[in-house]
Antibody, heavy 120, light 110 residues
Framework: QITLKESGPTLVKPTQTLTLTCTFS??????????VAWIRQPPGKALEWLAL???????RYSPSLKSRLTITKDTSKNRVVLTMTNMDPVDTATYYC????????????WGQGTLVTVSS | SYVLTQPPSVSVAPGKTARITCGGN??????VHWYQQKPGQAPLLVMY???DRPSGIPERFSGSNSGNTATLTISRVEAGDEADYYC?????????????FGGGTKLTVL
């Protein structure tokens, strides 16, 4: 059974760096073609993909946010970490991590999400 | 960059058929995936690779993809189908490969 859970601060100040951790079970990020993505959703708005890390440590980022994002994995601890620099109130959103089973990049399991508010 | 266009809202009476579209340039050349999201919940995959249903998703849900439009069809709509629906593709046509979501469609069951 695949599960994912996001953790991190619920409140960050503008200009600070956000660090979120996705802790997962039921699969290995050493398995060929598997990936883990971060996706966010501002209140009342659509889903927005942020970043993706592959089993082979290849990484992809949203073109519009690429300069602010870093995604890493710790396979031994079954964790994926996302950092986002220079946070702004418009970054207020629920942040999800999700499992991608193959190279076409769809998401069959999602975490419950964590709401991050950016405010001074 | 590639754009996915969904109607903001679709309304349907119970028992009728709802069709939610996802438009994109030659979208038929891509695999389209669909997610259902109810208020306060994480998205749930309801269709992948255009027309494959995950286990546990009712047969009332079906998908198609042709030309410039992919469609999620929900037959015999029930009150519990009321939700936001998002289409998604993997754009691998450029060196900068990325995931793309549509803007979402709110399905209202009248």
């Amino acid at each position: 059974q695949i599960t994912l859970k996001e953790s991190g601060p619920t409140l960050v100040k503008p200009t600070q760096t956000l660090t979120l951790t996705c802790t997962f079970s039921g699969f290995s990020l050493n398995t060929s073609e598997v990936g883990v993505a971060w996706i966010r959703q501002p209140p009342g708005k659509a889903l927005e993909w942020l970043a993706l890390i592959y089993w082979d440590d290849d990484k992809r980022y949203s073109p519009s946010l690429k300069s602010r994002l870093t995604i890493t994995k710790d396979t031994s601890k079954n964790r994926v970490v996302l950092t986002m620099t220079n946070m702004d109130p418009v970054d207020t959103a629920t942040y999800y991590c999700a499992h991608s089973p193959d190279i076409v990049r769809w998401f069959d399991h999602w975490g419950q999400g964590t709401l991050v508010t950016v405010s001074s | 960059s590639y754009v996915l266009t969904q109607p903001p809202s679709v309304s349907v009476a119970p028992g009728k058929t709802a069709r939610i579209t996802c438009g994109g340039n030659n979208i038929a050349s891509k695999s389209v995936h669909w997610y259902q999201q109810k208020p306060g919940q994480a998205p749930l995959l309801v269709m992948y690779y255009d027309s494959d249903r995950p286990s546990g998703i009712p047969e009332r849900f079906s998908g198609s993809n042709s030309g410039n439009t992919a469609t999620l069809t929900i037959s015999r709509v029930e009150a519990g189908d009321e939700a936001d629906y998002y289409c998604q593709v993997w754009d691998s046509t450029s060196d900068d490969r990325y995931v793309l979501f549509g803007g979402g469609t709110k399905l209202t069951v009248l």
